[in-house]
């Protein structure tokens, strides 16, 4: 259900009553690593699951009763909860309210958030995390938020087609780019700065574009 690098994470449901059981496991070593018991079931998407190498631990953003976290499953086989967000993640809040998140696959610092147009980062330390910071705003609502995989960056898009770059050490966005006849889509941040665009225009007609963001 999320991997980064050589390591995944998988889910064992035993009937349809909790626990459930998510566990760490490495492909390298052929074995488990971690596992952690949960009461109900989490979502655990693969943009905010990030693996940092430096601490050994795989950072899992998790969601459960419209709240969200941030949860460590260490190699060592020590589980944490660093701590809670205070947005509302719950799936039926009005579009203009919605949240987005997004963390650097093979860094799990940094967890990116939009709430409607308020666009924040949220620092992921040892043993806690920050209050969110606020960088900006994003008019439109973003429906697509992608982070670049080694967490120096990540990208907001609108309904509206308009993309915003963001540095999360930086209190504003870097760049912009317009995508014309713009319906609906989503971005994507890949290793060496490429930003891959899917756009649907009114006419259900699909494009995919390749941006280089190390030059722009």
């Known amino acids: 259900i999320g991997s980064?690098?050589?390591?995944?994470?998988?889910?064992?449901?035993?009937g349809?009553?909790?626990?459930?059981?998510?566990?760490?496991?490495?492909?390298?070593?052929?074995?488990?690593l971690a596992k952690a018991l949960y009461d109900q079931p989490l979502r655990i998407s693969r943009p905010c699951?990030?693996?940092?190498?430096?601490?050994?631990?795989?950072?899992?953003?998790?969601?459960?009763?419209?709240?969200?976290?941030?949860?460590t499953l260490s190699f060592d086989g020590s589980h944490e909860r660093l701590g809670t967000l205070n947005f509302d993640f719950r799936n039926d809040v009005p579009e203009d309210r919605r949240v987005l998140t997004a963390?650097?696959?093979?860094?799990?610092?940094?967890?990116?958030?939009?709430?409607?147009?308020?666009?924040?980062?949220?620092?992921?330390?040892?043993?806690?995390?920050?209050?969110?910071?606020?960088?900006?705003?994003?008019?439109?609502?973003?429906e697509s938020i992608a982070f670049d995989p080694t967490g120096r960056f990540f990208a907001t898009a609108n309904q509206k087609g308009l993309i915003k770059i963001w540095d999360p050490t930086r209190p504003s966005e870097t760049g912009t780019i317009q995508i014309p006849g713009w319906k609906r889509g989503f971005v994507t941040v890949h290793e060496?700065?490429?930003?891959?665009?899917?756009?649907?225009?009114?006419?259900?007609?699909g494009e995919a574009s390749i941006y280089s963001l190390a030059s722009s």
């Open 4 to 14: 980064a690098s050589d390591v995944f994470v998988s889910r064992n449901v035993s």
């Open 16 to 32: 349809r009553s909790p626990p459930i059981e998510y566990v760490l496991w490495s492909l390298p070593r052929k074995r488990r």
């Open 49 to 71: 699951c990030g693996l940092n190498s430096d601490d050994q631990r795989l950072v899992l953003f998790v969601k459960w009763d419209g709240k969200g976290s941030i949860d």
């Open 103 to 142: 963390m650097g696959k093979w860094d799990g610092r940094r967890l990116g958030v939009t709430a409607g147009e308020e666009v924040s980062v949220v620092d992921i330390g040892r043993n806690s995390i920050s209050e969110p910071r606020r960088l900006g705003r994003h008019e439109g609502t973003p």
């Open 192 to 205: 060496g700065s490429l930003l891959e665009v899917v756009a649907i225009d009114s006419a259900e007609t």
